[in-house]
């Protein structure tokens, strides 16, 4: 499986910052890296166009995924951006059901279940995450918690309209924190959501991948990309320093 790094910048950089960042980061990779490694950057909405536009323009080694995607099509849903209009910026991939849209901004199950359908209805692939606060890892009752949690964003998914889907297990006490998941708790979640998803329609066992996110950083991203059922990270903090980023990405074994 073709591993996939994802740094996601959150609410920082305004779009002339990013197109820095997006070009240090282009030129300080391998050549032809893109055909062994996916590589995304999620930034703020007013930046995507500006990016896409570069990616486009100049054939780009990173590909744009948005941070979120409204749950409506068009119409009376002010402030929103629709997996329609992503589309037409030929955005490929969008973050759904991130913890701080969860927590911070009270989205709930049913919300980020309508995102993923406009998601995949748009041919936008959905960056599904998932992860369980930290009274729910230290009672040890997480895995009926995730898996639900992941149940409830898929559901009602048709196999015809999912080409790709990226589950992202994002425990809430790793993010920002510095505390990082243990590989082994990775794989027992990881392992654990594939079983649960391998007998859905759209699975594809050749497509759908499971990756990990929360306090990546260069000192722990080796071990944990070079594990065999983690397909890849999803990056926070570091993405924002090209020099960390870069050792991420070149920390897996080619
Ligand atoms: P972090 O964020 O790497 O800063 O912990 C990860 C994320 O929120 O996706």
């Given at each position: 499986m073709k591993k996939i790094v994802i740094g996601n910048?959150?609410?920082?950089?305004?779009?002339?910052?990013?197109?820095?960042?997006l070009?240090?980061?282009n030129y300080s990779l391998d050549v032809n890296i893109e055909d062994k490694i996916d590589i995304l950057l999620a930034p703020s909405h007013t930046s995507l166009r500006s990016l896409q536009t570069i990616v486009d323009a100049d054939s780009l080694k990173i590909q744009i995924s948005s941070q979120d995607v409204s749950a409506y099509t068009e119409g009376a849903y002010t402030g929103e951006?629709?997996?329609?209009?992503?589309?037409?910026?030929?955005?490929?991939?969008?973050?759904?059901?991130?913890?701080?849209?969860r927590l911070v901004f009270g989205?709930?199950?049913?919300?980020?279940?309508?995102?993923?359908?406009?998601a995949v209805d748009n041919n936008l692939v959905p960056i599904v995450c998932f992860g369980e606060p930290e009274e729910n890892r230290n009672s040890n009752n997480y895995l009926p918690y995730l898996l639900n949690q992941v149940n409830l964003a898929i559901k009602g998914l048709r196999k015809d309209k999912v080409n790709e889907i990226i589950f992202a297990y994002e425990p809430i006490w790793a993010i920002g924190t510095g505390k990082v998941a243990s590989v082994e708790n990775t794989i027992e979640?990881?392992?654990?959501?594939?079983?649960?998803?391998?007998?859905?329609?759209?699975?594809?066992?050749?497509?759908?991948?499971?990756?990990?996110?929360?306090?990546?950083?260069?000192?722990?991203?080796?071990?944990?990309?070079?594990?065999?059922?983690?397909?890849?990270?999803?990056?926070g903090g570091a993405s924002l320093d090209t020099d960390k980023f870069v050792q991420i990405i070149k920390s897996i074994k080619l």
């Open positions: 910048w959150k609410l920082n950089l305004d779009h002339l910052e990013a197109i820095q960042l070009q240090k980061l951006v629709s997996a329609m209009q992503l589309q037409k910026l030929n955005i490929t991939y969008s973050i759904i059901g991130h913890s701080e849209r989205e709930s199950d049913e919300l980020i279940n309508l995102k993923v359908h406009n979640v990881l392992s654990a959501v594939k079983k649960e998803i391998s007998n859905k329609p759209f699975y594809d066992e050749e497509k759908t991948r499971f990756i990990y996110g929360g306090s990546v950083s260069p000192t722990n991203a080796s071990e944990l990309l070079n594990t065999k059922i983690i397909d890849g990270v999803l990056v």
